[in-house]
């Protein structure tokens, strides 16, 4: 579902600057924000998750990408937007780690190559279903309702995360 939605909030946020600005270079500029923010934030997000509950943290940063991607349509301006992006890029770089371990401490040693198998197979299918997903949302109803969905799959995730135990 985070995968997806990835996917799905782009393809909103590519359309929002486009219509703010018309501007092809505004809509490579949103490209640009997520590795630049990943360069200055993973080398000491590990640190931060080894200490702490990878549950928690997987579940915190889902809601509150959830939060920020719900603020998008309310966002005043092109900077608000770029500052979103670059929160729920923070956001993500918790989120892409923390997970990753988390998934490898509950799947059991003997099932994790179909685990991972599967995991990369869903992986690759978001690049193709969430933007797919997002067109048909933008298409059947508008751009705001779009994020909004896409934010109560973050929170529909965060539940059924929570259901499962800590470790």
Known sequence: MANIGDFLYLVAINIIVYQMTGS????????????????????????FIDYRSKRKIVLVTMVLRATF???????????????????LSVAKSFFGPASMTYVTMLVPQQKRKRFNSLRSFTSSSAFIIGPALGGTLI?????????????????????LLSLLPDT
């Open 24 to 47: 092809a270079a505004a809509v490579a500029g949103l490209w640009m924000v997520s590795p630049l923010t990943n360069i200055l934030t993973k080398f000491w997000t590990g640190s």
């Open 69 to 87: 991607i719900a603020i998008i349509p309310f966002a005043p301006s092109l900077f608000a937007i770029y500052a979103i992006l670059v929160l």
């Open 139 to 159: 298409l059947l109803t508008n751009i705001s309702v779009t994020l909004w969905l896409n934010a109560g799959f973050f929170l529909v995730a965060a539940v």
